[in-house]
C-alpha cells in the first residue's frame, strides 16, 4: 500500500482511539463529581422554591432571565474593547463565547469575518513563529560560540528544549499575572492560560469579566491583548519547529513519487541526467550518474526500510551513526559518498547546520518543494532514504 | 531588508487592522441591541425581585444556584457519550464550555489530553485532506477524460472550486440536519456548524444539549460525532489546498537564501561572471506573499552582493516607499485606535509638530 495511505490511515485509527481513550478517563474523573454537584444544586433550589414559595413555572422564567443577564453581568461586551476581545477570539479561533453575536446581522459578519480572518492570522503566525525560531538560533550559536563550545551548531534539540521552555514560562507567567489580576488560584489561572493559548476556549475562565474591567481598567485590557497575542506567537513558533513538517509530509511524498515516476518513465542517459542538477551540485554530478545505476538495483531493497521508517515515527533525530549501524551492509558506496557529500556541504562556510531544518541531512536534501536538487535525490535511494526519515 | 522580514511585518499590520476594523463593526452592530437588552432584561429582574421579595443575599444565591446548574439542565455531560464529546472539543481545539472539567484532576489531565492530542489531530486531519485531495484530483482528471475535454490536467483553479463548493456543501447539508433535529432556524444552524467547523466554538448554539440527547438518541449522537470530524477533514482538506503553502513560506525562503549563499561562495570559483548574469536575468519577480513555484531556482528580493549597482539602486528605492507606506499605514492604525477608544494622547498635533520640524530643517 503507497506509504501515505498506509500513514493516514494510521492516523485515522490512532486519533480515534486516543478519542475513545480520552472519553473513558474523562468520565472517570468527572462522572460522579457530576452527580453529586447535580443533586446539591438540586436541593438547594428546591429549598430555596420552599422558602419563596416558588412554583415550577416561576422557577423557570427566573432561571431564564438570569442565563440570559449573564454575559451582562461581565459588564458591558460590545464596546470598542469589548468588540476588540470578541474580534481577537474570533480570529484566532479561540472562541470563549462568553459574548456572542445576538443580532443575524452580526452573526452574518462574523461568519464573513472568520472566513478571511482565520487564514491570515495562521499565516501570520507561522511567519512570526519562524522569524522567532531564526533569531533564537542565532542568539544560541552567538551563545555557544561565547562559552567556547567545540560544537557551535544549534542542533533540533537545543531548540525544542528553547522552545519548550519558553512555552512553559509563557504559561507561567500568565498564570501568575491572571491569578493575581482575576482573583483565581495559580492551578486555575495555569489551566485558563493554557486553554487559551491551545485556542481551545472553553469560556468557564475568562479573562476581563470582573467588575466591568474592559470599560475601567484600559491597562489590565491592554495586557490581556498583548498577552493573548504574544502567547499564540510563542506557541505558534514551537509548533512551526515541531509539528509544521509533518503537516506536509504526504504532499511532499506525493511530489516525490510523481518526479520518480517521471524520472523513471522517460529514462534520460546518464549525461542527460547530469545536465538535470544545478551549477551547485555540478560537481557531485560524475559520482552521481554512476550511482544512478546502483540506486535501480537497490531500489526494491530500500522500499520495505522506507515504508517502516515512515509509518513510524519520524527518525530525524536519529544520528547518521544509527542509521548506519542498522544497515551496515546494504549500501557502503551510498554511505561514503554521501560522507563526501556532507563533507563537501559543511566545509561551506554558509552551510546550514542541521539543526537549522531539523534534519541530519543537508536542508537541500530536506526540502523536496525546491525541486533543483529532486534528481539528485531520486538516483541517490540512500539520501531518500535519509530525507524521508528526516520528514 | 530580507523578503521574511517584510512579509512578517506586513502581516502583523494586516492582522492589527483587520482586528481593529472588526472590533469597528462589531460595535456598530452589536452595541445598541446589547444595551438594549440589558436595560430590558433588568427591568425583569428588578420586578421579579420586587414581586418575590427576594433580598440581596437570596437573589445572588439563586442567581449561583441557576448558573451552576445550567449545564446539568441538558442532562448527564460526563457518561461516555458526553465524555467523547468533550474529548472531541478538546483534540479538535473547538472548544464549546458547555461541559467543562470541574475537578482539578481534570483540569489536569485535559491540559496533558490537549498537549499530544491537539498535534496528533491537526497532522491527522492534514494527512486525510491530502488524501481526499489526491482523489478529487484523480475524479477529476477522469471526468475531465470522458467528458472529451481538450486539456485533461485539472488546474488549481478547478481544485479551488471543488473545494470551496464542497465546504459550502458541507454546512448546508449540516445546517438542514441541525435545524431538524435541534429546532433552530435554518440560520442558526448554518451559523452552528460554520462555527465548529472554524473551531471557534463559542458554545452559545451546541448540539446534542435537548433533555438526555446525549443518552437516548445513540444514532443521532453518532451522526453528530460525524459530522464533525468529516466536516473538519473537508474543511482541513480546503486549507491544505489553499493555506498550507503560505504557513511554509518564510522557512522556504530561509532554506533558498541558505542554498544561495552556499552555491554563489561554490560560483565564484568556477563559473564566470556571465553565467552569473545571465542567472539574475533569468531571476523571475517573485510577490511577497506567494509562495515559489517548483524549479525556480533563486529568486531574492534584495540582490546577493557583488551584483550589479544598478539593480541594488532600485531595490533601495523600492525599500524606501515600501518603509513609507508602512509607516503611513501605522499612523493610520493609531490615529482610528485613538477615535475608536476615544482618547487622546497628542499624536496629531505631535506629527503635525514635527511634520513642521522637518520642514524647516530641510529649507534651512
Not at chain 1, 337 to 352: E, G, I, L
Not at chain 2, 141 to 153: A, I, N
Not at chain 2, 224 to 239: D, E, R, W
Request: with cysteine; aromatic share 12%.
Amino acid at each position: 500500500m503507497k506509504r501515505q495511505n498506509a500513514r493516514t490511515l494510521a492516523l485515522i485509527i490512532s486519533i480515534l482511539t486516543y478519542l475513545v481513550v480520552g472519553a473513558a478517563v474523562f468520565e472517570t474523573l468527572e462522572s460522579k463529581q457530576e452527580k453529586s454537584h447535580k443533586r446539591r444544586l438540586d436541593a438547594r433550589k428546591h429549598e430555596l422554591m420552599r422558602k419563596y414559595n416558588l412554583t415550577k413555572g416561576n422557577f423557570e422564567e427566573l432561571e431564564h432571565v438570569v442565563l440570559q443577564l449573564k454575559p451582562h453581568k461581565a459588564g458591558v461586551q460590545w464596546k470598542f474593547a469589548g468588540s476588540f476581545y470578541f474580534a481577537i477570539t474570533v480570529i484566532t479561533t479561540i472562541g470563549y463565547g462568553h459574548a456572542a453575536p445576538s443580532t443575524d446581522s452580526g452573526k452574518v459578519f462574523c461568519m464573513f469575518y472568520a472566513l478571511l480572518g482565520i487564514p491570515l492570522t495562521l499565516v501570520m503566525f507561522q511567519s512570526l513563529g519562524e522569524r522567532i525560531n531564526t533569531f533564537v538560533r542565532y542568539l544560541l550559536h552567538q551563545a555557544k560560540k561565547c562559552l567556547a563550545m567545540r560544537h557551535t551548531e544549534v542542533s533540533m534539540a537545543n531548540m525544542v528544549t528553547v522552545g519548550f521552555f519558553s512555552c512553559m514560562s509563557t504559561l507561567c507567567v500568565g498564570a501568575v499575572a491572571f491569578s493575581h489580576c482575576e482573583g483565581w488560584s495559580f492551578l486555575h489561572a495555569f489551566y485558563f492560560c493554557f486553554i487559551t493559548l491551545t485556542t481551545i476556549g472553553f469560556g468557564d475562565y475568562v479573562a476581563l469579566q470582573r467588575d466591568d474591567a474592559l470599560q475601567n481598567d484600559p491597562r489590565y485590557v491592554a495586557f490581556c491583548f498583548v498577552y493573548i497575542l504574544t502567547g499564540l506567537t510563542v506557541i505558534g513558533a514551537f509548533l512551526n519547529l515541531v509539528v509544521l513538517r509533518f503537516l506536509t509530509m504526504n504532499t511532499e511524498d506525493e511530489r516525490r513519487d510523481a518526479k520518480q515516476r517521471a524520472l523513471m518513465s522517460v529514462g534520460k542517459p546518464r549525461g542527460e541526467v547530469a545536465r538535470l542538477l544545478p551549477f551547485s551540485a555540478s560537481t557531485s554530478s560524475t559520482p552521481v550518474a554512476d550511482e544512478s545505476a546502483k540506486a535501480r538495483d537497490l531500489k526494491g531493497a530500500y522500499t520495505e526500510v522506507l515504508h517502516f521508517q515512515t509509518i513510524c515515527s519520524c527518525l530525524w533525530y536519529r544520528s547518521k551513526e544509527k542509521l548506519q549501524g542498522s544497515i551496515p551492509t546494504m549500501i557502503p558506496q551510498e554511505l561514503t559518498f554521501s560522507d563526501a557529500y556532507m563533507q563537501q556541504n559543511s566545509n561551506c562556510p554558509h552551510y546550514m547546520e542541521p539543526g537549522s531544518t531539523g534534519c541530519v541531512c543537508s536542508p537541500r536534501q530536506c526540502s523536496s518543494i525546491s525541486s533543483i536538487t529532486s534528481g539528485l535525490h531520486i538516483l541517490s535511494p540512500f539520501r531518500m532514504c535519509k530525507r524521508r526519515s528526516s520528514v | 531588508m530580507k523578503k521574511q522580514n517584510v512579509r512578517t511585518l506586513s502581516l502583523i499590520l494586516c492582522m492589527f487592522s483587520y482586528l481593529l476594523v472588526g472590533a469597528a463593526v462589531f460595535d456598530a452592530l452589536e452595541s445598541e441591541t446589547e444595551s438594549s437588552r440589558r436595560r430590558i432584561l433588568e427591568l425583569k429582574r428588578n420586578e421579579m425581585k420586587k414581586k418575590y421579595r427576594f433580598s440581596e443575599h437570596d437573589y445572588r444565591e439563586i442567581e449561583r444556584v441557576v448558573l451552576q446548574a445550567e449545564p446539568h439542565r441538558a442532562g448527564r455531560q460526563w457518561k461516555f457519550a458526553g465524555s467523547f464529546y468533550f474529548a472531541i472539543t478538546v483534540i479538535t481545539t473547538i472548544g464549546y464550555g458547555h461541559a467543562a472539567p470541574g475537578t482539578d484532576a481534570g483540569k489536569v489531565f485535559c491540559m496533558f489530553y490537549a498537549v499530544l492530542g491537539i498535534p496528533l489531530t491537526l497532522v491527522m486531519f492534514q494527512s486525510l485532506g491530502e488524501r481526499m485531495n489526491t482523489f478529487v484530483r484523480y475524479l477529476l482528471h477522469k471526468v475531465k477524460q470522458c467528458l472529451g475535454c481538450r486539456r485533461t490536467e485539472v488546474s488549481m483553479e478547478n481544485m479551488v472550486l471543488v473545494g470551496f463548493l464542497s465546504c459550502i456543501g458541507t454546512l448546508c447539508v449540516g445546517a438542514a440536519a441541525f435545524s431538524h433535529f435541534e429546532g433552530w432556524s435554518f440560520f442558526h444552524a448554518y451559523y452552528y456548524c460554520f462555527i465548529t467547523l472554524t473551531t471557534i466554538g463559542f458554545g452559545d448554539f451546541v448540539a446534542l444539549q435537548k433533555k438526555e440527547d446525549l443518552q437516548e438518541k445513540t444514532p443521532y449522537v453518532a451522526f453528530s460525532f460525524m459530522y464533525i470530524l468529516v466536516g473538519l477533514t473537508v474543511i482541513g482538506a480546503f486549507l491544505n489546498l489553499v493555506v498550507l503553502r503560505f504557513l511554509t513560506m518564510n522557512t522556504e525562503d530561509e532554506r533558498r537564501d541558505a542554498q544561495e549563499r552556499a552555491s554563489l561562495k561554490r560560483d565564484r570559483g568556477f563559473l564566470s561572471r556571465g553565467l552569473r548574469r545571465e542567472r539574475n536575468r533569468s531571476r523571475s519577480h517573485s510577490t511577497l506573499f506567494l509562495p515559489m513555484e517548483e524549479g525556480t531556482s533563486c529568486t531574492n528580493l534584495i540582490a546577493s552582493p557583488a551584483e550589479d549597482p544598478e539593480r541594488q539602486r532600485r531595490t533601495g528605492a523600492r525599500e524606501g516607499n515600501m518603509w513609507r507606506v508602512m509607516l503611513f499605514f501605522v499612523m493610520v492604525i493609531y490615529l482610528f485606535t485613538e477615535s475608536q477608544l476615544k482618547i487622546n494622547t497628542g499624536s496629531i498635533y505631535m506629527i503635525c509638530t514635527s511634520r513642521e520640524c522637518f520642514e524647516m530643517w530641510r529649507l534651512k
